[in-house]
């Protein structure tokens, strides 16, 4: 057991399946108050209602101030996980490019401008980053995703070093392919990249609790994600030319 988790108040955005409803379950079995929020009304109140949650539907970039309701007040812990894989590339249209930064990186940055004055008043707060692999490498076949996603773990980044000093503790969760939906979304792909090490999301809360247990901002679900960061940034040429001859792998099979 996280002893940190128990009693305290959690919102999870995006937890109505996948990753963010596993979270949910986790922080609830540690002894946490659980915010359930998705966009899906219906979804957000199946999984409250499994775990002895609250239930709070709607838009993730604005559901601080009602979800901090429901917690009797306070907030001790947000899941930022919400997100939208958007494919495509720089011809997506510019709707989908503007989704994918309203969810992947915007909500992340409304959710702490609501939450920090609080918890800079009483020198605590947990802000948790759902970002992605592709926020540190990228994802052939998906520039709005890939592009917003490191847009995500920049903002986690910015506020872990201007903040920990003050007692707002943040981890961004960096997994390659989980088994939901969105991955299914992904198609070929996702069929090449990610699936063959795809883990389930259970897999994504063991990992975020081991790294809450040992406070550490990067979390890596696939722990390969590692070398890949370090060889990216050792030699950008290579690493750019192996993710070219993907990229053209990739295009013989579509």
């Known amino acids: 057991m996280v002893e940190a988790m128990q009693g305290a108040g959690v919102v999870v955005t995006g937890a109505g399946g996948g990753i963010g409803a596993a979270l949910a379950r986790r922080f609830a079995a540690e002894g946490a108050r659980v915010v359930v929020n998705d966009l899906d009304a219906a979804k957000a109140k199946a999984v409250a209602d499994e775990i002895g949650g609250i239930a709070v539907a709607g838009d993730a970039s604005l559901v601080v101030a009602e979800a901090r309701d429901a917690l009797d007040g306070t907030v001790d812990v947000y899941c930022a996980n919400a997100g939208v ?124 609790m081991k790294g809450i247990e040992e406070d550490r901002f990067l979390i890596l679900p696939h722990p390969e994600v590692a070398g890949y960061y370090q060889a990216r940034a050792a030699d950008p040429d290579r690493w750019m030319t192996n993710m070219n001859h993907l990229q053209q792998k990739w295009e013989t099979t579509e």
């Open 85 to 208: 894989a958007s494919g495509g590339s720089e011809a997506a249209g510019e709707n989908v490019w503007a989704l994918a930064w309203d969810v992947n990186v915007m909500a992340h940055v409304r959710a702490a401008h609501a939450l920090l004055p609080d918890w800079l008043e009483r020198g605590g707060g947990r802000f948790v980053s759902t970002v992605s692999a592709a926020g540190l490498l990228t994802m052939i076949g998906a520039a709005p995703y890939s592009v917003t996603k490191h847009g995500a773990y920049a903002f986690a980044e910015w506020l872990s070093l201007t903040y920990r000093h003050r007692g707002v503790k943040v981890h961004a969760i960096c997994p390659q392919g989980v088994r939901t939906d969105m991955l299914e979304a992904t198609g070929s792909a996702g069929d090449l990249v990610l699936q063959p090490t795809a883990i389930e999301p259970e897999a994504v809360a063991d990992a975020l």
